[in-house]
């Protein structure tokens, strides 16, 4: 495990390499960290690399806070599986101690299940997978230096795919105002009164989908991970943003943001104090869309709009304002749940893969990552300002800010955080099965980038962590001090043959088996760019 707590003379010792250096002040470089100004800059660039491990730039150390399987309470409730996206909130305004809510995306052929094959999966493989996603919260705290997780404490506790959650609706979604579970939670935001929006991402993995092709309700089964096997629960369930109360665990399941492959929902407010959200959907040729909330301090309704980003235009999702919609969805009900053909029929621009969505603390400008596309396979960040900086117009500004490549060094981005100071951060992830792979060849890891947002060299993406093979960094926060970066490290050796033939043992190491788990980044470097 990397060097993750600093000596004096190792502090002094770092910041004399560096002296002089200021948090903009970042080289142009590439991702081989060659260039020879960047010890000027404080940062030394990460070579992406194939070690098996959580590789840092200098200045930088890590430790491990919690991971699979551990127990979090006396009921025995564990610490789920493919930790994803996490969210901090203080205790009593505390910043060294909190609740740290983390989703937990999807299960692993073969870690709960033997065999891991979807059509051999028993009942009780199945009902133990459920168990593994949804979200955790924990409570942490940071004592001697390190943050650690508070065990047995009365605020942890798992939402998983067996808990029973509200349905938020006009109307009962397949004959229920309750689902069963939260599961494909992948990236998420918080909002102002400070829950967490938990997104339902590839919900069709788990119990298929519907099709409406025929003017009738078809359900098609899932064969990925397959329990519609043994379990019966309408898709129509799935697929949605989940706001949850961290300090209590009340859950509901928001119908009005709309239904289909939800990586984040990222809330601001408008200058009328309702709450604004924006969301990608993370597929090919889908959509961005934007909800304002009916009245401050919820989002159980509102407007729901998708982006037209070649006029520069927020197009209304509203069956009693447009014909076309009135003539194909019977309700406002059944549009939110048929929200992708919805989009489509007022003419939405399609996109790379829209995924997660971060605001400018500065500016208000509107980051989004589009991860790639079979025709643009390095993906890009796409940039939206708002007509005269209002979250609720009609119209914006798009383009875009930064395109992946072997030229700027990094590929298929995804995850995205700005820190305490206002620059820019992201995670990549190329799929752990074309890594290295062309037309990825020279991107052997998913990596961890820092991107200043002012100064000679802003927007300059500068490397500073890879992932261990098979794995991507995901769901990046900032301590309130940004001291600390919260980091998901996921799915590490899922690109392996099989469990006999492991390209990853993180992080344990020798012949283990790998595990997901959050990682805390802290050291000289990250306070020298981010501390407050």
Known sequence: MMKSHWSRREFLSFMGRTAGATAVALPVMSCSGTDPDAALAGISPVAPGTDDEVVLADGLGYDLLVSWPEQI????ERFGFNNDYTAFFPIDGNPHDGLLWVNHEEVLSGYFASPGDPEEKSREDVER???EVGGSIIRISRQGGRWRLVRNDRFNRRISGATRIPIISEQPI??????????GNCAGGVTPWQTVLTCEENFHFFYGDVSFDTGERVHEKSRLIGWDRYLYHPPEHYGWVVEVDPFTGAANKLTALGRFAHEGATVTLARD??????????????HIYKFVGGEP???????????????????PLDVAGDTRLQQAFGSQTELLVRTREAAKLVGATPQDRPEDIEIDPQTGAVFISLTKHKERPFGSILKLVEKDGDPSAQEFAASTFLAGGPETGFACPDNLVFDPRGNLWMCTDIASYEINEPPYDSFPSNGLFHIPMSGMHAGVPVQVAYAPPGAELTGPTFSPDGRTLFLSVQHPGENSDSTDALDSHWPDGGDALPRPGVICV???????????
């Open 73 to 76: 309470n006396g009921k025995g």
């Open 129 to 131: 997978e459920v168990l």
């Open 174 to 183: 397949a004959g229920s105002r309750t689902a069963v579970g939260t599961l």
């Open 273 to 286: 104090g309702r709450a604004v959200v924006y969301m990608g959907d993370d597929k090919t040729d889908e």
């Open 297 to 315: 301090g919820s989002l159980a309704r509102g407007a729901l709009y998708v982006a037209d980003t070649d006029q520069g235009r927020w197009l």
């Open 522 to 532: 802290s050291g000289p470097l990250l306070d020298q760019l981010t501390a407050v």
